[in-house]
């Protein structure tokens, strides 16, 4: 499954499907659907399959979608919703202490986020700590 790459600004609900490989399989046919809700931002990765929904939602402002995956099976546009477009998004790589891992670092509108798990759990990070540092 596939789908085009909605236009920057424009405000999508995009549907994703994956398969239920929780053991209490209760969804009719094995499959779990989620949808995302926001305003097309552009990806921080270089692929021009990929495109960025900001959301706006605490534990991930910003999700990035490939519409070339199998995943993605549905993409609806919000006639008349609200622009809120950011006017701010930037994104960081960071390397962890020992160098093993890299996490990314996220600014939307002023608003750090990142992808290690003490974010997860603190809303707060050393690697956003780092990138506050650099660019102030
Ligand atoms: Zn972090």
Redesign the pocket.
């Known amino acids: 499954m596939s789908v085009n790459v909605p236009k920057i600004g424009s405000r999508v609900r995009v549907t994703t499907m994956y398969p239920n490989t929780v053991v209490y399989r209760n969804s009719d046919n094995g499959y779990v659907t989620y949808t995302r809700e926001g305003v097309v931002v552009p990806s921080i990765f270089r692929d021009p399959f990929m495109f960025a929904v900001e959301t706006g939602a605490p534990d991930h402002p910003v999700s990035e979608f490939n519409a070339k995956s199998q995943h993605v099976v549905k993409i609806e546009y919000i006639v008349g919703g609200a622009q809120q477009l950011a006017t701010d998004n930037k994104a960081w790589k960071?390397k962890s202490t020992d160098g093993k891992k890299v996490?990314l670092?996220q600014r939307v509108n002023g608003k750090f986020s990142?992808?290690?798990t003490?974010?997860e759990f603190r809303k707060d990070?050393?690697?956003?700590g780092a990138v506050a540092k650099k660019v102030a």
């Open positions: 960071v996490y670092v990142c992808t290690c003490g974010f990070c050393k690697h956003i």
